[in-house]
């Protein structure tokens, strides 16, 4: 069974000022999800569903699709804010979907296979998705094994602002036994700083395993994570700017002891864009894999 790949790209990129899923950064003109599509591929994955929002399909149609619909099987999915569970409105000054467990969601009643979920402006590697596809290829529908790949904080952090990961606890065997997240963090002289809601800070070394949002789950996570976006939305729904992130969810599989979840290890290195000036150094980075081989001139030519 083909594992499918799930693209999170419903959102605007706010701090990045435009649609920064679509900004070219590749050698020909490619964005980042392209390289994405371009490694899932190669790894054996055999599908993409994008979650996206109505207003920016006509940019995917025009300037995404065509690129490499020919390629791989591709379908769109849309994260509607008030796509609620029954019972349940959408208050009336919220603006915003209501984060990534809920757009996983939007894609409920197309995921049948193991999937991977990424987000559309993270570039995270060709092994990351060779390890992520090996994982997956080995699960069925109804497995409650999950993974997902971990990262070294201070090689994920903008020298550019702050940016939000999920900071995880792994235990001997490998496995996730807990993630935080934490929304304001930025390098500080050598180390990285979490600015917290309260107004206090924490501390890391840089060295801590970080969740980029590459997960890996099986359909049987779907019907749980339902539960839970109801459970969210009767403590926090009210407040305009709660999210229900994936991170919650791979917490309470792992704390519920309802599933396990593998961290997976990878020599790749990620990159991204959450602010304008990081479009440079992605740009540089691509270049240079481009010229070492790691990908083609052009990825569909």
């Known amino acids: 069974m083909k594992p499918t790949l799930l693209i999170l790209a419903a959102g605007m990129g706010s701090r990045y000022g435009g649609i920064k899923q679509i900004e070219p950064v590749g050698t020909n003109g490619e964005i980042i999800l392209e390289y994405s599509i371009f490694d ?7 599908k993409v569903v994008f979650v996206i929002r109505r207003d920016i399909k006509d940019d995917f149609d025009k300037h995404v699709l065509p690129r490499f619909s020919d390629r791989i099987p591709c379908e769109y999915v849309f994260q509607e804010m008030d796509d609620l569970p029954a ?3 959408v208050p009336e000054d919220r603006s915003k979907p209501w984060g990534t467990a809920h757009a996983v969601l939007a894609a409920r009643d197309v995921l049948k296979e193991p999937f991977a979920v990424i987000n559309a402006d993270d570039f995270y590697g060709k092994d990351a998705y060779r390890v992520m596809g090996e994982f997956l290829a080995s699960r069925n529908g109804t497995d409650r094994e999950y993974a997902m790949v971990g990262y070294q904080l201070m090689k994920t952090v903008s020298e550019n602002g702050t940016v939000s990961r999920g900071i995880c606890q792994v235990d001997e065997q490998g496995c996730l036994t807990g993630m935080t997240e934490h929304t304001k963090l930025e390098k500080k002289s050598g180390h990285v700083l ?7 800070s924490k501390r890391f070394t840089g060295d801590e395993a970080v969740s980029m949002n590459l997960f890996g789950f099986t359909p049987a996570v779907l019907p749980r994570m339902q539960e ?6 009767r403590s926090t729904g009210p407040d305009l700017k709660s999210e229900f992130y994936i991170p919650t969810v791979a917490n309470d599989a ?3 002891g309802d599933a396990s979840m593998k961290v997976l290890r990878s020599s790749a290195e990620w990159f991204g864009i959450t602010y304008q000036e990081d479009r440079p150094g992605v740009v540089s980075s691509i270049q ?3 010229e070492s ?6 990825l569909w030519a």
């Open 40 to 46: 899932a591929i190669r790894a054996g994955f055999g």
């Open 87 to 89: 019972g349940f409105s």
């Open 194 to 200: 979490s600015h917290l809601d309260d107004g206090s």
């Open 228 to 233: 839970m976006f109801a459970s969210f939305l």
């Open 254 to 256: 792992v704390n519920s």
């Open 288 to 290: 240079a894999l481009v």
């Open 293 to 298: 081989g790691e990908y083609p001139e052009s």
